[in-house]
């Protein structure tokens, strides 16, 4: 949530003032932030610990603990590769590193245009397709290296979600 944006602070009022002002309400809220602003800000936590009458390290206790939520926003676009079994055996491995390498970022990462974030999975249930890969939950499979890069290019030029 960006403070200077009066609508995005109003509608974050708006959320909080949906759940109870109890601790158990935390995770839940925790995910609404997420779906709606795409990552949970400094600001967010702030406002959720004046809510919840907790301290921000108690929020930030919690949210660590799942894997599921960020404190960074994310790029437009997210790419996400399969590190699954019939993946890794199939190259997974030179998939990631050759896609870290066309865009110049590691896996966790956001490039510093804001167009792509990297991240990793377990299994995105496509085995048929390895070594695979989603951006923006389109699946992309039979990949090597170079139809990654030819991915990546037409993503670039995708429109911004």
């Known amino acids: 949530m960006q403070t200077a944006n009066k609508d995005t602070a109003e509608e974050m009022r708006e959320m909080l003032d949906s759940y109870e002002k109890h601790r158990d309400s935390l995770v839940p809220i925790l995910q609404e932030v997420q779906d709606k602003f795409g990552y949970i800000s400094e600001s967010s936590v702030e406002g959720i610990a004046r809510h ?25 676009h997210m790419v996400c590769l399969c590190r699954g079994t019939a993946c ?5 491995d030179q998939i990631l590193e050759h896609v870290e390498r066309h865009l110049n ?19 995105i249930g496509c085995c048929a397709l390895a070594p695979c890969m989603t951006i923006d939950q389109e699946v992309h ?17 995708k429109e911004k979600k």
């Open 141 to 157: 499979g039979h990949l090597t290296p170079q139809k990654a890069t030819r991915i990546l290019k037409a993503g670039n030029k």
């Open 88 to 92: 890794h055996v199939s190259g997974a």
């Open 52 to 76: 919840l009458d907790v301290s921000q390290s108690y929020i930030y206790g919690v949210a660590t603990f799942y894997t599921q939520f960020r404190f960074t926003r994310p790029g437009d």
């Open 105 to 123: 970022i590691r896996e966790g990462e956001t490039t510093d245009d804001g167009n792509f974030s990297l991240e990793t999975v377990a299994c």
